[in-house]
């Protein structure tokens, strides 16, 4: 097999829960058929995997191969097939050591895959774990990868996988003059769509250049809602090492566009903020480069925040640790970066801060835009 086992941490009762859904991917009667004498190109990382009864797995591309499906390319993500790289960092086009496989990276030359890159596919497979918020891009490379198939008339396979975010709908709705690899669509942070129900919503939205439409086809989940509890086995990228990483993202996420270090660096990615500039207490700590993280922020400085692995499993959106993050932040200091529109999806998010509204006033005026959002999404919904 291509990939270890990287546990996202799981209690006896979550193993349960996850063991009874099963994947797209696991629907081999649904999707053999469609595959069978075709050159096939497969979308996938280090979360495409196939669980087995044994509580083991194998990966997608070397279950295809076993069962003589004539695999030709396979395409990564952001993070790289293997997802090994950090956040931003580019990925090289490769060739797999076991297979001899060529990995073609959509997060380095090109985002899109090339008429050329598609020019001996038939059809295109896609199951990579997502986790449901608007700027984990994810989503963005789905986006091209079904304009690029629409456009070359080449059908698309989505392998569907739960969403361990799929419980609420929360956050900014982006607004489409923001658009950017880490937020495409007008959709609030947390949308509450598996992957195969937003592709669907990408289709039926004329979301695609030019109004095109892509050849879809989802393999369902079975035994899931959208209120199942569901612990990823596999960690979905390098800073989202387990169930708690996961439910703070789109919270701890904001922090990405400012000068405030979210965890990287740590062992405790996006489950703790701080910066060296705090005020002195009881919890402090020193980022340095790990696995994920060649370049933390505040790099070998002493930071001193806030520790959150304790908190319950959230279902909305707290703000009220940027709040408290951009206060504590004195008046010498930069807080915002760069990228904070494009993780806000809008200019509203920091002009809220700065004249001094409350995490809850925040949190309010997003809710006109969810319930106009709930509505496109009702028509999509594969899961109740």
């Not at 402090?284 to 001193?304: A, D, I, Q, R, V």
């Amino acid at each position: 097999m291509f990939f270890s086992f990287i546990s996202c941490g799981q209690d006896l009762e979550s193993k349960k829960k996850t063991l009874n859904i099963e994947t797209g991917a696991q629907q081999t009667k649904l999707y053999l058929k469609l595959l069978k004498a075709k050159n096939v190109a497969v979308v996938a990382n280090q979360t495409s995997v196939i669980f087995k009864k044994n509580n083991t797995h194998t990966h997608l591309v070397d279950s295809l191969l076993h069962l003589k499906i004539n695999i030709t390319t396979v395409f990564s993500p952001e993070h790289g097939f293997r997802g090994k790289a950090d956040a931003s960092e580019k990925v090289a086009d490769g060739k797999d050591s076991k297979t001899g496989l060529p990995i073609i990276s959509l997060y380095g030359k090109n985002k899109k895959p090339t008429k050329e890159q598609l020019k001996a596919i038939d059809i295109l497979v896609f199951d990579i774990q997502d986790v449901g918020v608007r700027f984990y891009t994810y989503i963005s490379t789905l986006h091209y990868v079904m304009e690029a198939c629409a456009e070359v008339g080449i059908p698309l396979i989505v392998f569907d996988r739960p969403n361990p975010n799929g419980h609420y709908i929360d956050g900014p709705t982006l607004e489409i003059e923001h658009k950017s690899f880490v937020g495409m669509h007008p959709v609030p942070l947390v949308y509450g769509m598996t992957i195969g129900e937003y592709a669907h919503m990408i289709n039926g939205e004329l979301w695609l250049k030019n109004n095109v439409t892509c050849n879809l086809t989802v393999i369902p989940l079975k035994n899931y809602t959208h209120q199942s509890s569901y612990s990823l086995p596999i960690r979905p990228s390098p800073n989202l090492p387990n169930d708690i990483a996961i439910n703070l993202y789109p919270s701890l996420g904001f922090f990405e566009g400012t000068t405030i270090n979210a965890g990287r660096g740590t062992e405790n990615q996006f489950q703790q903020y701080g910066a060296p500039f705090f005020l002195e207490n009881d919890f402090s700590y020193t980022p340095h480069p790990n696995f994920g993280s060649k370049y933390p922020k505040h790099n070998n400085k002493l930071c001193y925040g806030v520790y959150l692995k304790n908190i319950e499993r959230l279902n909305y959106v707290n703000m009220e640790w940027l709040v408290d993050a951009y206060k504590k932040t004195p008046k010498s200091e930069t807080f915002f970066g760069a990228t904070f529109t494009v993780h806000a999806g809008n200019t509203l998010l920091e002009n809220q801060l700065k004249n001094g509204l409350s995490a809850k006033e925040i949190q309010n005026s997003w809710h006109p835009k969810i319930e106009v959002f709930k509505q496109i999404r009702k028509k999509y919904l594969l899961y109740k």
